[in-house]
């Protein structure tokens, strides 16, 4: 079974720009994350969804920040404009009702975000 | 809020045993995991703990006290592949509701 999928791997844009990161969680899975890490910050639980619907926005930074799950195997995470402290390595994650009841989240291996 | 203490690293001989400890404050508190991260790298999950105890998965041990807000993660027969960040991480509310996660902990292996 294919794990967490991310894309893009890398992206490096300039201030002001749009981005766009794009995450599609294992099959099955009805809970997805949004982690940011930062050597300063660590990672940090951004947003996340249960069936879709997005259950807990606290951690978005601000109203730059905005993420979306139209389905069940698709989420957005846009951040627009975009600004040089706002690069880090963006994770999403899912998990099961029972994972999370064990703690247990699936990462993908991440966008590196580079904002110049 | 949460909030999770872990030494930002520790170094440790191969072959050897090395624990690293992890204490927490959080304002709900359901279970206790641990999450390895090679450079470059997701993390990836290693261990979890609800009740007080010692979990073992092979060479990888996690205990947890509840009265102490306090667990650690256990590692033994240190090999070169086990350089890695791990990180301790606290479910506060129950459920699938997302993770708290501490610093990190950079694993040092020495030959």
């Known amino acids: 079974d294919a794990g967490v999928i991310q894309s893009p791997r890398h992206e490096v844009t300039e201030m002001g720009q749009e981005v766009t990161l794009r995450c599609k969680p294992i099959s099955g899975h009805d809970y997805l994350f949004w982690y940011r890490q930062t050597m300063m910050r660590g990672l940090e639980l951004l947003i996340y969804f249960n069936n879709n619907v997005p259950i807990d926005d606290s951690g978005m930074p601000e109203d730059r920040f905005s993420a979306k799950m139209p389905n069940a195997s698709f989420s957005t995470l846009k951040i627009q404009p975009s600004e040089p402290r706002d690069s880090a390595v963006y994770f999403c994650?899912?998990?099961?009702?029972?994972?999370?009841?064990?703690?247990?989240?699936?990462f993908g291996e991440g966008s590196r975000l580079t904002v110049l | 809020g949460q909030s999770l203490e872990q030494p930002s690293e520790v170094t440790a001989v191969e072959g050897a045993i090395v624990q690293i400890n992890c204490t927490y404050q959080?304002?709900?508190?359901?279970?206790l995991s641990w999450y390895q991260q090679h450079d470059g790298g997701a993390p990836t999950f290693l261990s979890y703990?609800?009740?007080?105890g010692l979990e073992e998965t092979g060479r990888f041990s996690s205990f947890l006290s509840r009265s102490d807000s306090y667990g650690y993660l256990l590692l033994q027969e240190l090999q070169m592949k086990d350089s890695a960040s791990y990180f301790c991480?606290?479910?506060?509310?129950?459920?699938?509701?997302?993770?708290?996660f501490g610093k990190g902990t950079h694993l040092i292996i020495q030959p």
């Open positions: 991480a606290v479910s506060p509310g129950g459920g699938a509701d997302g993770l708290t």
């Open positions: 703990n609800a009740l007080d």
């Open positions: 994650a899912s998990s099961t009702r029972s994972g999370g009841n064990t703690g247990e989240l699936f």
């Open positions: 959080t304002s709900g508190f359901y279970g």
